[in-house]
């Protein structure tokens, strides 16, 4: 009796399902955090913004007038799309699809390399839209020291412009490890979606500055 007692015991605790744990991954979870801490530091700058707006409301309406709606659309435009072309590259991580596996132009047979480094190019390309923008606001005598409209608009979209440059950095060093890496794994996969958190955070800070700045002013 005992020795059928115990087989009977190992064979229950055999098929008793194995539960297991699921750990949230230290990464993506310290850069919710972080990236939390950066959205209270943008809340600071728009409570910054509509404070001088509120004080020195007589001054924003020729001030604003400088402003190339167009182009900043057309600039802002680019931006929102490398967010859909950023969240292509994360299909193909989670596929474990490190670079395209057609010809270059077949965008569906993409992987990370190709989306990622054509999420690259439009951040560039936002940048040095928003350079020229600089360049030419200066040119009319708008620079961060002419007034408080100006010194709250370089500040917001400048510090802006940083965050993007700090997330171009980020997909470089991507698509470096991308290259290097022998085998496309969890870790790289993970590496690319928490890119991705980052990226598509300042696409939508940008787009509240955007609707802040050039279409309510």
């Not at 850069?31 to 020195?56: C, D, K, Q």
């Not at 054509?118 to 007034?147: D, P, R």
């Amino acid at each position: 009796m005992g020795h059928n007692d115990t087989v009977s015991s190992s064979s229950v605790a055999m098929r008793k399902p194995r539960v297991e744990v699921n750990r949230p991954n230290t990464l993506a979870v310290g850069t919710i955090v972080w990236l939390s801490s950066e959205l209270m530091f943008f809340a600071g700058l728009f409570a910054m913004y509509f404070s001088h707006r509120s004080a020195s409301s007589e001054i924003w309406p020729a001030n604003t007038a400088m402003l190339n709606f167009p182009f900043a659309l057309g600039n802002t435009t680019i931006l929102v799309l490398s967010s859909i072309t950023c969240q292509m590259g994360v299909r193909a991580a989670e596929k474990f699809q490190r670079a395209r596996t057609g010809a270059l132009w077949n965008v569906s047979k993409w992987g990370v390399i190709e989306w990622f480094t054509l999420t690259y190019v439009m951040g560039a390309i936002f940048i040095g839209g928003q350079v020229y923008e600089y360049a030419e606001l200066v040119h009319e005598g708008l620079h961060i020291g002419a007034n408080p409209y100006a010194s709250v608009f370089f500040i917001t979209t400048g510090f802006h412009g940083l965050h993007v440059i700090g997330g171009l950095i980020a997909f470089l060093f991507v698509l470096g490890r991308t290259f290097v890496a022998k085998r496309f794994t969890h870790h790289e996969a993970t590496t690319s979606i928490v890119c991705s958190y980052y990226w598509h955070f300042v696409d939508v800070v940008w787009i509240v500055l955007f609707f802040i700045i050039y279409v309510i002013k």
